[in-house]
Every structure is written in C-alpha cells, then in structure tokens.
C-alpha cells in the first residue's frame, strides 16, 4: 500500500460529477485539445502552420529550439491516438497515486523531453523527425515496474506484457530499419524502468570516489624543542608515566562501556541502527583489540 495515498499530492486535481481527474487525465485532455486543432487545420489545408511545430533536428540546430516544445501538438486522428490516451489516462493515474503529482508532471516531463533532446545532440549525425504524443507505452512500463504481477489482458502479467510490447515493438522498428523509433522506445522505457527503480531504492546514482582528485592535507613541519638532560628528563618522566596509565586505564574503562553500549544497541535493533560516528567508534576499538593480542 502506498503510505502517502491520503496527502493531497496523492489525490485527485478536483471532481466532476463524483468522477475523480487526476493530473494525468489533464495531460489526456490537452492532447485531445491538439487532435481537434490539429484535424481543423488540415481540413482548412493549413498543415503548413503544422510545419512549424514538428521536431526535426536539423531545424532545432538551426536555431528552431522550440520545436522539442511543440512536436506533441500535432495529432492527426488515428485510432492508435486513441489507444495511447487511454494508456496515459490509466496508467499514467496510477502512477500518479503511488508518487504523487509532482512528481508524474516531472516524470512525463522527462519522457516528453528526452527523445527530442538525444536526437538534438546526434542531430548532425542522425537526422530525425518526431510528431505527435508520447510516453504511452513508457507509462504502462512504469506502471507494471510498480505492480509487476497484476494481471493483464488474457491473464498475462504486467512485468510479461511490457515485456512483450516493448519487445514487439523493437521487432517492428527492427524490421522498417525505423532507428528513430527505435531509439525512441528504448529511451523513454528505459528511462521510465530507472525512474521506477530509483523511486523504489533499488537504483543507486551516488557517483564514485575519485581519491586522486581529492585534496590531501599537506604535512607541517614541527619543530622540536631542547632535549634536557638525561638525568631531569628521567625524574619528570616518571610522574607522567604513572599519570598517563592512570589515564589510560579510566579511558579503558570508558571505551569498554562505550563499545558495550553499541554490542547492545545491534543486539536489538540490528547493525543497520548504528549511526556512521559508532560503526567508526565500534571499528577503532575493534583495531585497538588486536593490537593488544
């Protein structure tokens, strides 16, 4: 169950008639908006101003950077549009519920966005065209990374079912040497899987330590005082000797108690609970341990 389902992030926008409208019916709306505008522009034989929305990569480069804006406004009718705002609407909803508003417009953001600007940067060497809605297929990816074994369509799995939509579609793309399709599939499912992993804790992206590029401290030279004669430095040395076992043995004592205190603390709740400063402290007396056998 997903703990933030009653916070306001997890609800509904608003309601019409009982019926709840989340974010991503909104999303459905506005693309439904461009079918409408889209199909009165080709019926009045307008498609030029259409032209001028479509992403092409060469026109980005040109300067046409507002084109990897536009390219989902172009929707002419088809009755795969129709398919693929279903999926937004149901999938993208339950994606929604589990990560919050935000969050899904920040997802689908990325989705809208990252195919556009991969082709902007290898635009020079593979020129490419996208037009049209996107991210129906990568939300039902999500969707079944968060819910693997809800059953689909004849009581197929939704892990096995991507699997098989995104693998039929490679096919297809394969087949028409489509690589715009193509790596339009693998970067938006691909990316929707990572998202999902990341979310769930599964996916780390703390980047390595590079101990070369880390300053080390320098060394300070010190300078040493007088040496005194043996004979004064045996008479004050005695004193600090007895002091400093004394010592010691009190700091014994204390680190005893200390590592006990920790040995106790894993006992019940597991090493997990330990803070970063006591696996430091738990390690140094350990060291200190061996040292004395």
Known sequence: MNPYENTDEHQPVTWVKGY??????????????????????????LEAWLGWLTFESAAVLRGDVWRILTYGLVNPPSLGFVIDMAMIGWFGREVERVYGRNSFLA???????????????????????????????????????????????FNVLAAWMAVILVGLYTLMALSSRNWTALITLWSTAGFALAYVRWKQGRLDLTLPRIEWLEKKPKARLRVLPDLEPAAKTSAKVEPKRAEAT????????????EVDALLDKIAQSGIGSLTAKERVRLETARAELLKRR
Do not use: N, Q
């Not at 709840?20 to 034989?45: D, W």
């Not at 004394?246 to 108690?257: E, I, P, V």
């Open 20 to 45: 709840p409208v989340y974010a991503a019916h909104l999303v459905v709306l506005g693309y439904v908006v461009s079918l409408f505008a889209t199909t009165l522009l080709l019926a009045l034989k």
């Open 107 to 153: 997802f689908y953001g990325c989705l809208y966005l990252i195919s556009p600007l991969i082709f902007t940067v290898f635009g020079a060497w593979l020129p490419a065209k996208l037009v049209g809605e996107s991210g129906s297929l990568a939300l039902f990816v999500a969707f079944a990374a968060i819910y693997p074994t809800v059953p689909m369509f």
């Open 246 to 257: 004394t010592a010691r043995a009190g700091l014994d004592k204390t680190a005893t108690s």
